[in-house]
Nanobody
Framework: QVQLVESGGGLVQAGGSLRLSCAAS????????MGWFRQAPGKEREFVAA????????DYAPSAKGRFTISRDNAKNTMNLQMNSLTPEDTAVYFC????????????????WGQGTQVTVSA
């Protein structure tokens, strides 16, 4: 019962940065964890990063470690993904998700999804 809306996507050059945001409404406080996934054309949706409700625990896909930072502000009902050193391989539609599994890395572990925001990285 959580509604999610992503924003912040766009077109950047390789090596650049973007900051994605996810605004939550509805039963926000019933969600244990939130995360980011991405999906490129012809590929399955893949895990990017996750964060616990308190923000004390985070997890990142190997491709995101050292480059991306996930954060959340429960008072504002928002979650963010700071993406640095972007490469063309990061090009995808990025989705935010909420669920009851702490630091879940699989899409089926989340029950609420946004509609996605496009991130395109040019070489």
């Amino acid at each position: 019962q959580v509604q999610l809306v992503e924003s912040g996507g766009g077109l950047v050059q390789a090596g650049g940065s973007l900051r994605l945001s996810c605004a939550a409404s509805g039963r926000t406080f019933s969600s244990i964890a939130m995360g980011w996934f991405r999906q490129a054309p012809g590929k399955e949706r893949e895990f990017v990063a996750a964060i616990s409700w308190s923000g004390a625990e985070t997890d990142y896909a190997p491709s995101a470690k050292g480059r991306f930072t996930i954060s959340r502000d429960n008072a504002k009902n928002t979650m963010n993904l700071q993406m640095n050193s972007l490469t063309p391989e990061d090009t995808a539609v990025y989705f935010c998700a909420a669920g009851f599994v702490g630091l879940g890395t699989q899409a089926y572990e989340y029950n609420s999804w946004g509609q996605g925001t496009q991130v395109t990285v040019s070489a």
